[in-house]
């Protein structure tokens, strides 16, 4: 059906999209639920996941619970969408956030890939190619976790920042300690290993002590340390865990 649909004229197809699209999100009208980085209600988020989560995914816009606690702590604890423009890099980009970012950066947001062509730039955060200093604002989720020398990353990070400058490098974390093992190479071994075919290390709460050993310092915030109970309720993050590590220079 989508390539059927890819064939038409972009004057027929994009009404049909939108009618699609529509119609789909129609169930989830409503009230009682807010996805901050869309700014629309609905009735309830929808069940995402391998591991299927309940209330998980905006209709609208696709944010997961990661997302919508980000945009939370940008808004309330950062200095992100303040009057004086942050140049920002945004390392694979996820799609929920670029229009919204591009709303309020300009063209002082850049985003950058290994592999996504919708990217702004190629980049491979092992060896930046960008002058010391060059980012006010860092932030790259789930992606150290795929790459094996992920200290380098967390270093060219560091220099790429600016003095004043902060990063947010957020990746899924287990109760247990680190756990790596480079041998491990087959997808399927790593897929037993560490929970994802490409995945190299699954991070345990000592994340926080590898970020600092580069030289960075660390602030963790929760997602009960932000935000009260009736708010994680109309933000879907009721189930939802995770840390942000809020990551500056000194
Ligand atoms: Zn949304």
């Given at each position: 059906?989508?390539?059927?649909r890819?064939?038409?004229?972009?004057?027929?197809?994009?009404p049909?999209s939108?009618?699609?699209?529509?119609?789909?999100?129609?169930?989830?009208?409503?009230?009682?639920?807010?996805?901050?980085?869309?700014?629309?209600t609905?009735?309830?988020?929808?069940?995402?996941?391998?591991?299927?989560r309940?209330?998980?995914?905006?209709?609208?816009?696709?944010?997961?619970?990661?997302?919508?606690?980000?945009?939370?702590?940008?808004?309330?604890?950062?200095?992100?969408?303040?009057?004086?423009?942050?140049?920002?890099?945004?390392?694979?980009?996820?799609?929920?956030?670029?229009?919204?970012?591009?709303?309020?950066?300009?063209?002082?947001?850049?985003?950058?890939?290994?592999?996504?062509?919708?990217?702004?730039?190629?980049?491979?955060?092992?060896?930046?190619?960008?002058?010391?200093?060059?980012?006010?604002?860092?932030?790259?989720?789930?992606?150290?976790?795929?790459?094996?020398?992920?200290?380098?990353?967390?270093?060219?990070?560091?220099?790429?920042?600016?003095?004043?400058?902060?990063?947010?490098?957020?990746?899924?974390?287990?109760?247990?300690?680190?756990?790596?093992?480079?041998?491990?190479?087959?997808?399927?071994?790593r897929?037993?290993?560490?929970?994802?075919?490409?995945?190299?290390?699954?991070?345990?709460?000592?994340?926080?002590d590898?970020?600092r050993?580069?030289?960075?310092?660390?602030?963790?915030?929760?997602?009960?340390?932000?935000?009260?109970?009736s708010?994680?309720?109309?933000?879907?993050?009721?189930?939802?865990?995770?840390?942000?590590?809020?990551?500056?220079r000194?």
């Amino acid at each position: 059906m989508s390539t059927a649909r890819s064939l038409l004229p972009d004057w027929v197809r994009k009404p049909v999209s939108g009618l699609t699209q529509f119609v789909k999100q129609l169930p989830y009208a409503g009230e009682g639920r807010y996805c901050p980085i869309c700014n629309k209600t609905s009735r309830k988020f929808r069940a995402y996941g391998i591991n299927r989560r309940e209330g998980a995914q905006c209709v609208f816009c696709g944010s997961l619970e990661r997302h919508r606690f980000l945009w939370h702590f940008l808004t309330k604890k950062t200095d992100l969408f303040s009057d004086t423009p942050k140049r920002m890099l945004h390392v694979a980009p996820e799609s929920c956030f670029e229009p919204a970012f591009r709303e309020k950066l300009g063209d002082q947001y850049l985003t950058a890939d290994l592999y996504n062509s919708r990217a702004m730039v190629k980049m491979d955060i092992t060896n930046i190619e960008y002058p010391d200093e060059s980012f006010d604002v860092i932030y790259c989720s789930h992606v150290l976790e795929h790459v094996l020398d992920d200290r380098l990353a967390m270093s060219e990070f560091l220099r790429v920042l600016k003095k004043d400058g902060w990063a947010i490098l957020l990746v899924p974390i287990d109760k247990r300690p680190t756990y790596e093992d480079p041998s491990i190479v087959d997808p399927l071994e790593r897929l037993k290993h560490f929970g994802k075919e490409d995945h190299v290390r699954i991070y345990g709460a000592d994340y926080a002590d590898r970020l600092r050993e580069v030289g960075f310092h660390v602030e963790a915030t929760t997602i009960a340390d932000l935000i009260d109970e009736s708010e994680r309720t109309r933000l879907g993050l009721v189930t939802a865990g995770g840390v942000i590590h809020y990551c500056t220079r000194t």
